[in-house]
Protein backbone atom coordinates (compact mmCIF):
# COMPACT_ATOMS: atom_id res chain seq x y z
CA UNK A 1 0.00 0.00 0.00
CA UNK A 2 2.72 2.25 1.05
CA UNK A 3 6.81 2.65 1.28
CA UNK A 4 9.21 4.65 2.69
CA UNK A 5 11.96 4.28 -0.55
CA UNK A 6 13.91 6.31 -3.14
CA UNK A 7 11.89 8.13 -6.15
CA UNK A 8 13.77 5.96 -8.67
CA UNK A 9 11.97 2.68 -6.27
CA UNK A 10 8.62 4.86 -7.21
CA UNK A 11 9.67 4.95 -10.92
CA UNK A 12 10.67 1.19 -10.88
CA UNK A 13 7.11 -0.39 -9.06
CA UNK A 14 5.00 2.31 -10.59
CA UNK A 15 4.15 4.00 -6.75
CA UNK A 16 3.23 7.53 -6.70
CA UNK A 17 5.15 9.69 -4.58
CA UNK A 18 3.39 11.29 -1.74
CA UNK A 19 6.16 13.10 0.14
CA UNK A 20 9.84 13.54 -0.73
CA UNK A 21 12.89 14.95 1.66
CA UNK A 22 11.33 13.65 4.87
CA UNK A 23 15.01 12.69 6.50
CA UNK A 24 15.84 14.88 9.39
CA UNK A 25 19.73 14.77 8.18
CA UNK A 26 20.80 15.49 4.68
CA UNK A 27 23.37 12.62 5.17
CA UNK A 28 21.10 10.06 6.42
CA UNK A 29 21.12 7.04 3.82
CA UNK A 30 18.88 4.34 3.85
CA UNK A 31 18.59 1.18 2.11
CA UNK A 32 15.79 -1.15 1.54
CA UNK A 33 15.64 -4.39 0.97
CA UNK A 34 11.90 -6.63 -0.99
CA UNK A 35 11.65 -9.73 1.01
CA UNK A 36 10.29 -13.11 0.04
CA UNK A 37 9.31 -16.70 1.60
CA UNK A 38 10.25 -18.70 -0.98
CA UNK A 39 14.35 -18.27 -2.59
CA UNK A 40 14.55 -17.18 -6.09
CA UNK A 41 16.80 -19.10 -8.07
CA UNK A 42 20.06 -17.14 -8.77
CA UNK A 43 20.73 -15.24 -12.26
CA UNK A 44 23.09 -16.97 -14.30
CA UNK A 45 26.24 -14.50 -14.44
CA UNK A 46 24.95 -11.77 -11.82
CA UNK A 47 27.50 -11.23 -9.08
CA UNK A 48 25.52 -12.48 -5.46
CA UNK A 49 25.48 -11.07 -1.77
CA UNK A 50 24.53 -13.09 0.97
CA UNK A 51 23.48 -12.60 4.09
CA UNK A 52 23.93 -14.50 7.31
CA UNK A 53 23.85 -13.77 11.67
CA UNK A 54 25.00 -16.51 13.75
CA UNK A 55 25.87 -17.36 17.06
CA UNK A 56 28.79 -19.69 19.04
CA UNK A 57 29.49 -19.82 22.78
CA UNK A 58 32.90 -17.62 23.85
CA UNK A 59 36.13 -19.51 23.87
CA UNK A 60 39.63 -19.31 22.27
CA UNK A 61 39.30 -18.90 18.45
CA UNK A 62 35.98 -19.52 17.82
CA UNK A 63 35.48 -16.08 15.87
CA UNK A 64 38.97 -17.26 13.93
CA UNK A 65 37.21 -20.19 13.38
CA UNK A 66 33.85 -19.05 12.13
CA UNK A 67 35.75 -16.62 9.91
CA UNK A 68 38.02 -18.90 8.37
CA UNK A 69 34.97 -20.99 6.81
CA UNK A 70 34.59 -18.20 4.51
CA UNK A 71 38.54 -17.79 4.21
CA UNK A 72 39.55 -21.52 3.19
CA UNK A 73 36.95 -21.13 -0.12
CA UNK A 74 38.03 -17.43 -0.70
CA UNK A 75 34.47 -16.12 0.25
CA UNK A 76 34.65 -12.66 0.12
CA UNK A 77 33.61 -10.81 3.34
CA UNK A 78 31.92 -7.13 2.59
CA UNK A 79 30.86 -6.70 6.40
CA UNK A 80 30.75 -7.92 9.94
CA UNK A 81 28.61 -6.22 12.81
CA UNK A 82 28.37 -7.89 16.37
CA UNK A 83 24.97 -7.40 18.37
CA UNK A 84 24.96 -8.57 21.94
CA UNK A 85 22.60 -11.46 22.50
CA UNK A 86 18.93 -10.02 23.93
CA UNK A 87 17.91 -13.23 25.82
CA UNK A 88 20.93 -13.93 27.18
CA UNK A 89 23.51 -11.33 27.11
CA UNK A 90 25.80 -12.20 29.78
CA UNK A 91 28.53 -15.00 29.04
CA UNK A 92 27.78 -17.95 31.60
CA UNK A 93 31.00 -19.67 33.16
CA UNK A 94 33.41 -17.71 32.34
CA UNK A 95 36.47 -16.50 34.56
CA UNK A 96 35.58 -13.63 36.77
CA UNK A 97 36.74 -10.34 35.95
CA UNK A 98 34.97 -8.14 33.61
CA UNK A 99 31.51 -8.28 32.37
CA UNK A 100 31.41 -10.43 29.16
CA UNK A 101 28.88 -10.43 26.55
CA UNK A 102 27.30 -13.19 23.93
CA UNK A 103 27.10 -11.39 20.72
CA UNK A 104 25.17 -12.11 17.44
CA UNK A 105 27.57 -11.75 14.05
CA UNK A 106 25.71 -10.47 10.94
CA UNK A 107 27.86 -10.90 7.66
CA UNK A 108 27.50 -10.32 4.40
CA UNK A 109 29.56 -12.13 2.10
CA UNK A 110 30.24 -12.36 -1.76
CA UNK A 111 28.62 -15.24 -2.75
CA UNK A 112 25.53 -16.95 -3.93
CA UNK A 113 23.70 -20.17 -1.84
CA UNK A 114 23.63 -21.43 -5.03
CA UNK A 115 27.66 -21.70 -4.68
CA UNK A 116 28.97 -24.82 -3.52
CA UNK A 117 31.84 -23.41 -1.50
CA UNK A 118 28.76 -21.29 -0.04
CA UNK A 119 26.91 -24.11 1.00
CA UNK A 120 29.77 -25.93 2.12
CA UNK A 121 31.30 -22.74 4.32
CA UNK A 122 27.67 -22.96 5.98
CA UNK A 123 27.76 -26.47 6.67
CA UNK A 124 31.42 -26.32 8.60
CA UNK A 125 30.16 -22.96 10.26
CA UNK A 126 26.80 -25.21 11.83
CA UNK A 127 29.63 -27.25 13.26
CA UNK A 128 30.56 -24.24 15.65
CA UNK A 129 27.79 -22.24 15.95
CA UNK A 130 25.09 -22.26 18.55
CA UNK A 131 22.61 -20.53 16.11
CA UNK A 132 23.39 -20.12 12.58
CA UNK A 133 20.52 -18.33 9.33
CA UNK A 134 20.39 -17.28 6.27
CA UNK A 135 19.05 -13.82 6.24
CA UNK A 136 18.85 -13.71 2.59
CA UNK A 137 20.77 -14.39 -1.56
CA UNK A 138 20.33 -12.13 -3.55
CA UNK A 139 22.64 -9.75 -6.83
CA UNK A 140 24.54 -7.25 -5.33
CA UNK A 141 23.33 -4.95 -8.00
CA UNK A 142 20.14 -4.44 -6.35
CA UNK A 143 21.61 -2.63 -3.18
CA UNK A 144 23.15 0.34 -5.04
CA UNK A 145 20.68 0.77 -8.35
CA UNK A 146 17.82 1.84 -6.54
Given at each position: MAAVASERAAELYGMDVLDSDIQDDRSNLTRFLALARDPLPPIPGLAYKTSIVFAFKDGPGRLFKSLACF?????????IESRPLKEEPL???????????QYLFYIDCEASMADEAMRNALRNLEEHTLFLRVLGSYPRHILTDV
Open positions: ALRDINLTKADGLDPGPVQF
